[in-house]
Every structure is written in C-alpha cells, then in structure tokens.
C-alpha cells in the first residue's frame, strides 16, 4: 500500500508493529517521535532522502529486530544505546554518511560490514566484522 496517505492517532499507534517507508521520497531528519513505537519490530527506511542523524530515540525499541536506515543522506554517529536492543537481527545503515566509529558493545558488534558500507572511509575503521580468505600456501593461478 505504498504511495497511500492515511492518518493515525490515540492508543492505536502503540500497536503498531511494522513500517515500511521505503522508496516513497521521504525528506527532513527522522521523526524521533517513532521511538515511542514500543511494540516496532520492523522499521523500513530504505531508499528515501532522510538527513540528520539517528534518533537517540531509537534506543526505546526494546521489541525492534529489523532496522534498515540505508541509501539516505543520514549523519553524524550511531547512538551507543543501539547496542541495548538485544532482539535487533537486522541492523543496515548502508550508503549514508555517518561518521565516528560503531559503538563496541552487544548488539552492534554482530553485523557484518555490508551493513555499514557506503559510508566514509574513517567510519567504522577497524571494528566490525571481516570475513577474510588466507591465501598462504596456497597456489592460485589462471
């Protein structure tokens, strides 16, 4: 039900579970009113033109397992408090321009660099995840 304009309020939008908001020209910073979504467990951001950082009311979504913030203009650092959301499976934050380093800590720790990608070359230096082939003695030819 993409490209749909429709209007909630009142007790309804604690119930809430899923938003997907991708690809539909999105502008401006991100509603940090969304960390009031206590029973979000997906939210889906992909592909708009979002700037500003993430809310550090993010880190209320005590129910979220998928979060997907990336191909947006967003900025700044990763709120440390990301790390508090023990159910968060899916976290990509790809093709932004974030900066600083990923918070060590939990949660954050276990995504894998795709997650990050696209972002400045300092951010995220050194500290997530590499899957890396050793190639010593090995033979490889064409």
């Known amino acids: 039900m993409k490209h749909n304009t429709f209007s909630y309020s009142g007790i309804i939008l604690m119930l809430i579970s899923r938003i997907d908001l991708s690809d539909n020209?999105?502008?401006?910073?991100?509603?940090?009113q969304i960390g009031n979504l206590t029973m979000l467990i997906s939210l889906n951001l992909l592909c708009n033109n979002l700037t500003g950082p993430i809310p550090l009311e993010f880190s209320k979504l005590m129910a979220i397992e998928s979060l997907d913030l990336s191909y947006n203009n967003l900025n700044g650092k990763i709120p440390p408090k990301l790390n508090d959301l023990r159910y968060l499976?899916?976290?990509?934050?790809?093709?932004?321009?974030?900066?600083?380093?990923?918070?060590r800590g939990h949660q954050l720790d276990a995504f894998q660099r795709y997650s990050f990608k696209?972002?400045?070359?300092?951010?995220?230096k050194c500290n997530c995840k590499k899957y890396?082939?050793?190639l010593n003695h090995h033979q490889l030819r064409s």
């Open 89 to 103: 499976g899916v976290f990509t934050i790809a093709q932004n321009n974030f900066s600083g380093k990923i918070p």
């Open 118 to 124: 696209g972002n400045p070359p300092c951010f995220a």
């Open 25 to 32: 020209k999105l502008i401006g910073e991100i509603l940090r």
């Open 132 to 134: 890396a082939m050793k």
